[in-house]
């Protein structure tokens, strides 16, 4: 393999020099030889409260420049064994979101036809139906591990199917996830039904809320999700609400009680051996974000999620 996508190297070029795509890797949309794209999807007109991450992908790429490329946590230069790219945003339509689904599911389904793995940029969480379109037309359905405060599997809002906060009940309706190896992680706040997340489990899904994983620890968290996923392919989507408002304040629709920066990073850790074969971080939304932390710390766990392919490819 020609090994010629990866970052600019920062003991050569200052770190704040440049155009900024993610970690300033090359912007190359021919997906020849490429294992990983990273593709902003800027739609944020089917929120519920907040917009705004339609900047999302923006401020994730601006504050990624900092990142050294040795992820210390899982233990691998993930542009030593794989070509990583940024192929830029998609060119959604804000305020269609049926036409925005299509779009999407039609751009994925590409980089998924290439061999390499998607790795989003939201935009709200309402793009992540399209992904899994896509995902499940290349892969058929996978399991779908989901960190977020919310389910996101309400049936409708507004009288109308398509919100961000029920992608997944769609997900589930369309056949696009494989309920029996599917978990939720993190969900907490007030609902408007006093029947907790029995929706979500009444769809077949594997509920752990915030309560229960502030009780059992994060390395038993992360030994549920492997036990639930049980070795299968995987769809990993990461809304950036699942972190505490006091680490990750810039998003739309924050709920206290969450993670800290560093058990975020201990439970991706926890999991980093999971066959992912698609992946999309959503919701941050820039002018909530003081000091960039929420942009930075999505940076991180897009890091992450690189690092996660590479684990892979390196084998
Ligand atoms: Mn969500
Ligand atoms: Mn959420």
Redesign the pocket.
Known sequence: MKNDYRPVDALASPRFCGIKTFMRLPYVTDLTDVDAAIVGIPFDTATTYRTGARFGPAAIRDMSATIRPFNIDMNINSFEHMNVVDMGDMNIIPGYIEDTYKIIEDQCFKVLEAGAVPICLGGD?SVTLGELRAAAKKHGPLAFVHF???T?TVSSYFGKDYC?GTPFYHAIKEGLIDTKHSIQVGMRGNLYEPNGFQDSEDLGLEVITAKEMHKIGIEATAERIMKRVDGKKAFLTF?I??VDPAYAPG?G?I?IGGFSSYETMELLCGVKDLDVKAFDLV?VAPMYDPAQITAFLAANIVHDFIAMVARKRAD
């Open positions: 969480h977020d405060s919310h996101d961000h809304d609400d699942f998003t629709t709920e919701e």
